[in-house]
Structures are given as structure tokens and as C-alpha cells.
């Protein structure tokens, strides 16, 4: 399984980025697709995921209302809206895939993940 993210950079505050993730060398209906975020001395944490085939998602509580996860079968892709962006949102943020049929919140839970995307909100 290879997972490439992509989309990250540098945003105002209130700004808006969407980030993807390519992912290659499975069937990923079987699949749950994950985003998470890791800030510099922090530990990964849990932003969002959609299990592929029922479609579910779940939401970190900070990211509820701002945040949209969301896959397209025809691309293998994931894809995270992000709107209303603050600077505490600035992070590398990751993609993982799990095989599995519910919703999946913690790092070892995944088995795949991705180099990860820089992204940067300036207040």
C-alpha cells in the first residue's frame, strides 16, 4: 500500500486548503481512511476519517464544523476540506488506511501511512 499526500502550504488564518491522498495497491472498499496531524512536541493525534465502503466519517472534536473528509472511488483518493483555518490547526498532517468496516481513532489502529504534508496557518 502507498499512500501520497498532498495539498499542504501556507494559509492565513481563515483561509482554506484541501488536502489528498493518493493511495495505491489495494482495494480500498474494504478499507477505513484516516487524517492525522502531528505539531512539533506534540503527539500524533486523530483529526478525521470515512470508512470506504459505508461511507462514515468521524471528526476530532477541534476540527468539527471546519474540517470535511471525503473519497472519490474513481481517483483511489481521500481528500480533507479544511475551512476557518487558525494557527493551531498548523501541523504535518498524515494519511493512514486500515483494513477494517467501522471508524478508527488511534495511531495503532493503522497499519499504512504517508510521508505527511507541512501545513502552516500564519495568525
Known amino acids: 500500500v502507498q499512500l501520497v499526500e498532498s495539498g499542504g502550504g501556507l494559509v492565513q488564518a481563515g483561509g482554506s486548503l484541501r488536502l489528498s491522498c493518493a493511495a495505491s495497491g489495494r482495494t480500498f472498499s474494504y478499507y477505513t481512511m484516516g487524517w492525522f496531524r502531528q505539531a512539533p512536541g506534540k503527539e500524533r493525534e486523530f483529526v478525521a476519517d470515512?470508512?470506504?465502503?459505508?461511507?462514515?466519517?468521524a471528526y476530532a472534536d477541534p476540527v468539527k464544523g471546519r474540517f470535511t473528509i471525503s473519497r472519490e472511488a474513481a481517483k483511489n483518493a481521500v481528500y480533507l476540506q479544511m475551512n476557518s483555518l487558525k494557527p493551531e490547526d498548523t501541523a504535518v498532517y498524515y494519511c493512514?488506511?486500515?483494513?477494517?468496516?467501522?471508524?478508527?481513532?488511534?495511531?495503532?489502529?493503522?497499519?499504512?501511512w504517508g510521508q505527511g504534508t507541512q501545513v502552516t496557518v500564519s495568525s
Open positions: 470515512i470508512n470506504w465502503s459505508r461511507g462514515t466519517t
Open positions: 493512514a488506511a486500515v483494513r477494517g468496516s467501522i471508524n478508527y481513532h488511534r495511531t495503532y489502529e493503522y497499519d499504512y
